[in-house]
């Protein structure tokens, strides 16, 4: 699975969110079928901007058809309806290092 950092070089909310777009819109043209994005979960313990953000974008690329489907890191297991969905569409992610594991700083991504 690819993975996109977007919260690599401590970005504004906004500087995030224009990497992820631009990150989406690429791997959806060039065929990759899923993606891990690294968000971060922010530095106070309760969930940062640009995760709260990046949830809030992921429902609109859901609605207009960018991403098929998308499943936050809390949920990316087998015990939880987003995570069995990608991981029936997409074995392979459960060999993904965050699979199983609650990481908050993360959300996968299908196409």
């Known amino acids: 699975m690819k993975t996109v ?3 690599y070089g401590y970005p504004t909310c906004e500087e995030a ?3 992820l777009k631009s990150a989406l819109l690429t791997e959806r043209k060039i065929g990759t079928k ?3 994005i690294v968000h971060g979960y922010g530095s106070n313990g309760v969930g ?3 995760k709260i953000a990046v949830q809030k974008d992921m ?6 058809g960018t991403i ?3 499943c936050p890191g809390e949920k990316f297991d087998s015990n939880h ?3 069995i969905r990608i991981s029936t569409r997409y074995p392979s992610v459960k060999s993904d290092s965050d699979w199983n594991c609650g990481n908050q700083g993360v959300t996968v991504v299908g196409f």
Not at 59 to 64: F, G, H, I, L, Q
């Open 48 to 50: 940062g901007k640009i």
């Open 59 to 64: 429902k609109r690329y859901v609605a207009n």
């Open 5 to 7: 950092n977007i919260e």
């Open 17 to 19: 969110l224009t990497v």
């Open 68 to 70: 098929r489907f998308y």
């Open 81 to 83: 309806e987003e995570g």
């Open 34 to 36: 899923n993606v891990k």
